[in-house]
Nanobody, 123 residues
Framework: QVQLEESGGGLVQTGGSLRLSCAAS????????MGWFRQVPGKEREFVAG????????YYADSVKDRFTISRDNAKNTVYLQMNSLKPEDTAVYYC????????????????WGQGTQVTVSS
Protein backbone atom coordinates (compact mmCIF):
# COMPACT_ATOMS: atom_id res chain seq x y z
CA GLN A 1 0.00 0.00 0.00
CA VAL A 2 0.93 3.62 -0.43
CA GLN A 3 1.63 5.12 2.98
CA LEU A 4 0.76 8.80 3.34
CA GLU A 5 1.48 11.16 6.21
CA GLU A 6 -0.15 14.57 6.38
CA SER A 7 1.20 17.45 8.43
CA GLY A 8 1.19 21.22 8.68
CA GLY A 9 -2.27 21.91 10.03
CA GLY A 10 -3.00 24.27 12.86
CA LEU A 11 -5.10 27.12 14.16
CA VAL A 12 -5.13 30.39 12.25
CA GLN A 13 -7.30 33.47 12.03
CA THR A 14 -9.43 34.37 9.07
CA GLY A 15 -7.20 35.61 6.27
CA GLY A 16 -4.18 33.68 7.47
CA SER A 17 -2.13 31.05 5.69
CA LEU A 18 -0.99 27.49 6.20
CA ARG A 19 1.12 25.09 4.18
CA LEU A 20 0.19 21.43 4.36
CA SER A 21 2.55 18.62 3.47
CA CYS A 22 1.90 15.03 2.49
CA ALA A 23 4.80 12.60 2.46
CA ALA A 24 4.57 9.30 0.60
CA SER A 25 6.60 6.30 1.66
CA UNK A 26 7.03 4.63 -1.72
CA UNK A 27 9.93 5.25 -4.06
CA UNK A 28 7.50 5.31 -6.99
CA UNK A 29 5.93 8.54 -5.75
CA UNK A 30 6.74 10.40 -8.96
CA UNK A 31 4.48 8.06 -10.93
CA UNK A 32 1.40 9.03 -8.92
CA UNK A 33 -0.96 11.89 -9.33
CA MET A 34 -1.74 13.35 -5.92
CA GLY A 35 -4.55 15.26 -4.33
CA TRP A 36 -5.96 16.84 -1.21
CA PHE A 37 -9.35 16.21 0.33
CA ARG A 38 -11.03 17.56 3.43
CA GLN A 39 -13.77 16.40 5.75
CA VAL A 40 -15.88 17.98 8.45
CA PRO A 41 -18.07 16.12 10.96
CA GLY A 42 -21.23 14.78 9.38
CA LYS A 43 -20.00 15.41 5.84
CA GLU A 44 -18.37 13.27 3.18
CA ARG A 45 -14.83 13.90 2.10
CA GLU A 46 -14.59 16.79 -0.34
CA PHE A 47 -12.09 17.14 -3.16
CA VAL A 48 -9.90 20.19 -2.69
CA ALA A 49 -7.05 20.03 -5.21
CA GLY A 50 -5.19 17.59 -7.43
CA UNK A 51 -1.95 17.51 -9.38
CA UNK A 52 -0.69 15.23 -12.13
CA UNK A 53 2.45 13.15 -11.72
CA UNK A 54 4.45 15.65 -13.77
CA UNK A 55 2.96 18.66 -12.02
CA UNK A 56 1.80 20.00 -15.36
CA UNK A 57 -1.91 19.77 -14.61
CA UNK A 58 -3.67 21.01 -11.50
CA TYR A 59 -7.29 20.94 -10.42
CA TYR A 60 -9.14 22.86 -7.74
CA ALA A 61 -12.53 22.89 -6.15
CA ASP A 62 -14.41 26.09 -6.91
CA SER A 63 -14.44 26.97 -3.23
CA VAL A 64 -10.64 27.23 -3.05
CA LYS A 65 -9.69 28.54 -6.50
CA ASP A 66 -7.33 31.52 -6.37
CA ARG A 67 -6.65 30.89 -2.68
CA PHE A 68 -5.02 27.44 -2.55
CA THR A 69 -2.09 26.14 -4.58
CA ILE A 70 -1.08 22.51 -4.90
CA SER A 71 2.50 21.60 -5.76
CA ARG A 72 4.86 18.67 -5.47
CA ASP A 73 8.51 17.87 -4.97
CA ASN A 74 9.15 14.41 -6.34
CA ALA A 75 12.69 14.39 -4.97
CA LYS A 76 11.17 14.57 -1.48
CA ASN A 77 8.18 12.33 -2.23
CA THR A 78 5.99 15.15 -0.98
CA VAL A 79 2.95 17.08 -2.16
CA TYR A 80 2.04 20.46 -0.69
CA LEU A 81 -1.05 22.57 -0.31
CA GLN A 82 -0.43 26.27 0.19
CA MET A 83 -3.56 27.78 1.69
CA ASN A 84 -3.96 31.55 1.68
CA SER A 85 -6.82 33.84 2.63
CA LEU A 86 -8.25 31.16 4.85
CA LYS A 87 -11.90 31.28 5.84
CA PRO A 88 -13.78 29.60 8.69
CA GLU A 89 -15.44 27.45 6.04
CA ASP A 90 -12.03 25.90 5.35
CA THR A 91 -12.00 24.32 8.81
CA ALA A 92 -11.70 20.56 8.34
CA VAL A 93 -9.40 17.60 8.59
CA TYR A 94 -7.27 17.53 5.46
CA TYR A 95 -6.13 14.30 3.82
CA CYS A 96 -4.02 13.48 0.81
CA UNK A 97 -4.47 10.62 -1.63
CA UNK A 98 -2.92 9.16 -4.77
CA UNK A 99 -3.90 7.69 -8.12
CA UNK A 100 -2.41 6.68 -11.46
CA UNK A 101 -4.72 8.89 -13.51
CA UNK A 102 -4.27 12.64 -13.87
CA UNK A 103 -5.24 13.96 -10.45
CA UNK A 104 -8.59 15.33 -11.54
CA UNK A 105 -11.59 14.99 -9.21
CA UNK A 106 -12.82 12.03 -11.27
CA UNK A 107 -9.55 10.14 -10.90
CA UNK A 108 -9.63 6.68 -9.42
CA UNK A 109 -8.34 7.65 -6.01
CA UNK A 110 -6.86 4.86 -3.93
CA UNK A 111 -8.44 6.01 -0.67
CA UNK A 112 -5.26 5.22 1.24
CA TRP A 113 -6.07 7.84 3.82
CA GLY A 114 -3.52 8.88 6.36
CA GLN A 115 -4.29 10.26 9.78
CA GLY A 116 -5.06 13.66 8.32
CA THR A 117 -4.12 17.07 9.65
CA GLN A 118 -6.54 19.43 11.36
CA VAL A 119 -7.01 22.93 10.00
CA THR A 120 -9.03 25.33 12.13
CA VAL A 121 -9.77 28.87 11.01
CA SER A 122 -11.20 31.20 13.62
CA SER A 123 -13.53 34.09 12.86
Amino acid sequence: QVQLEESGGGLVQTGGSLRLSCAASRRTFSRYAMGWFRQVPGKEREFVAGISWSGGDTYYADSVKDRFTISRDNAKNTVYLQMNSLKPEDTAVYYCDANLDDGSPSSRWYNYWGQGTQVTVSS
